[in-house]
């Protein structure tokens, strides 16, 4: 995808030095750390009818971040900002409204959907939940533009194949007319040529109904496949973001540089004289990366 940016001001997302502490249980702190920093001084934006891809390790601080994004927790300190109001302040109906403005597609379609439930339950769901009226033909219609069909409405989700989850997964997120989707490593359980699929129809889905996507995921090849700009996160920190093609031509920070070796390459000869990943513990300032400023912060 290109590295095209949103228009300077049009933001529906800004995230603004967020930070994230955690106080690990009593018996964890003789060994380890006083305090965990989730997440320090991240910062970023997202515009209408864009996808910002942040990458990252295991234990980065992605699902941190998602949390704190979609208000299921608050941050130490810092602000989201959705459509310009605090989500962290968000009370009642506003924080109802944040559920139907905000939709979220999860990592493995085997669990996310209820296997108690027809297709045609799991996608009047939403509407049911905040008491909006959806009919039959809404589902259909659903069904239709994740490339279904309406025969599926009859059927439970051990009946469908991973992929085909997915695509109920991304119906029942586009069932409010969502603003935003988050997408917490949607395709990361299936198969390649299915991710290939799927991101294909994400891209169909964007350009169709204008909602912005932010993609999170491991795979940094995956992430510049679909996103506008890329975020790369390492030890809770933020520490490259740009347009996609700049970030993946021009890397600056050398943790981002090896997630780009660790891509591979078909050519034998080329992958064997590729660096490797270094096998890291925890982030020092070697790697770039200084100590969290706000260690006080709880």
């Known amino acids: 995808m290109s590295g095209q940016t949103h228009a300077e001001g049009a933001e529906l997302l800004r995230v603004t030095d967020l930070v994230k502490h955690f106080r690990p249980p009593r018996g964890a702190r003789r060994d380890g750390p006083s305090v965990v920093h989730a997440l320090c ?104 533009q994740v490339r279904l069909p309406a025969a599926s409405l009859r059927k439970f989700p051990h009946e469908f194949s991973g992929g085909q989850r997915q695509r109920i997964a991304i119906a029942r997120a586009l069932a409010l007319d969502p603003k935003l989707i988050v997408l917490d490593e949607p395709v990361s359980a299936l198969d390649v040529s299915v991710q290939a699929e799927i991101l294909a129809l994400l891209n169909e889905l964007q350009r169709e109904r204008q909602v912005s996507y932010l993609f999170v995921a491991h795979d940094l090849a995956v992430v510049a496949d679909i996103s506008h700009r890329v975020g790369v996160m390492y030890g809770g920190q933020m520490v490259e973001l740009g347009p996609t093609g700049q970030v993946i031509t021009e890397a600056r920070h050398p943790y981002t540089r090896e997630l780009l070796a660790a891509v591979p390459v078909p050519d034998p000869q080329v992958e064997r004289a590729k660096p490797r990943m270094l096998q890291r513990q925890w982030p020092t300032e070697t790697d770039g990366l200084p100590p969290c400023p706000h260690g006080d912060v709880l």
């Open 41 to 144: 001084s991240v910062s970023f934006s997202v515009g209408p009818a864009e996808t910002l891809g942040i990458v990252g390790e295991s234990g980065s601080g992605k699902t941190t971040l998602l949390r704190t994004i979609l208000g299921l927790q608050k941050p130490s300190s810092g602000q989201v900002l959705f459509l310009g109001e605090d989500v962290a302040q968000r009370r009642g109906k506003r924080a109802r409204a944040l559920q139907r403005e905000i939709s979220v597609v999860f990592q493995d379609p085997y669990t996310s959907l209820d296997p108690r439930m027809t297709v045609a339950d799991i996608l009047a769901e939403p509407a049911q939940i905040h008491r909006l009226t959806a009919g039959s033909r809404t589902a259909v219609t659903l069904l239709d």
